[in-house]
């Protein structure tokens, strides 16, 4: 039971326009959402949350909606840059689970100069 | 250094055998997380500690075990290494709340089983 989806295995965009990145859940006792960007031969690193009482959180480039209705995330970058290629994925908790994140696939980003 | 360290980076091993991957952490996070990544699945938890002698079974725990017999160090042990556990694995701490800030992972370990 997938309970974190990203439909798009990957995302091509010029450098400068807007990236998004979409994310669908299915577990609505989900609470907290994050977006994390992983290079190649790195860990993943934590790049924004929002919580589950919220509907937008912005930092920077960086925003991700929270659609709680449709159960749907989704993360902008605005403008897109070369540095932000990278794989994107998406996470949930829930502040019952023991901190434990439940992932999507992964979607990787390519910004073409 | 402060953070978190995985060791090795990269391990081949053969059928069978036995392999210890090494979690490292100086935060004295109480979270701690092994986690498998492969094409098409994503991130997937093998095992979770929420302290010192506390581990639980996370999504895909067979063929792996666990221990925590110190808030630092999180060992991940394949008992009889099989290809399917051929893979990146990383570890990853956290406050006890991860919502807000999220794990820290390791770099990560590819492992070859052969």
């Known amino acids: 039971d997938q309970q974190v989806k990203q439909n798009s295995p990957s995302l091509s965009v010029q450098e400068g326009r807007i990236s998004i990145l979409n994310c669908d859940y299915t577990?609505?006792?989900?609470?907290?959402f994050l977006w994390y960007k992983k290079y190649p031969a790195e860990g993943p690193t934590f790049l924004i949350s929002i919580s589950s009482i919220k509907d937008k959180n912005e930092d920077g480039r960086f925003t991700v909606f929270l659609n709680k209705s449709a159960k749907h995330l989704s993360l902008h970058i605005v403008p897109s840059q070369p540095g932000d290629s990278a794989v994107y994925f998406c996470a949930a908790t829930k502040e019952t689970s023991g901190s434990r994140l439940t992932f999507g696939e992964g979607t990787q980003l390519t910004v073409n100069p | 250094d402060a953070g978190i360290t995985q060791s090795p980076r990269y391990k081949i091993t053969e059928t069978g055998r036995q392999v210890t991957l090494m979690c490292h952490q100086t935060w004295s996070h109480s979270y701690m997380f092994w986690y498998r990544q492969d094409l098409g699945h994503g991130l997937r938890l093998i095992y979770y500690?929420?302290?010192?002698?506390?581990?639980d079974k996370g999504e895909v725990p067979d063929g792996y075990v666990v221990s925590r017999s110190k808030t630092e160090n999180f060992p991940l042990t394949l008992e009889s290494a099989t290809r399917s556990q051929t893979s990146v694995y990383f570890c990853?701490?956290?406050?006890?709340?991860?919502?807000?800030?999220?794990?820290?992972f390791g770099s990560g370990t590819r492992l070859t089983v052969v």
């Open positions: 577990n609505s006792m989900f609470d907290y």
């Open positions: 500690s929420a302290a010192a002698d506390i581990t």
């Open positions: 990853a701490s956290s406050v006890a709340q991860a919502g807000n800030y999220g794990y820290t």
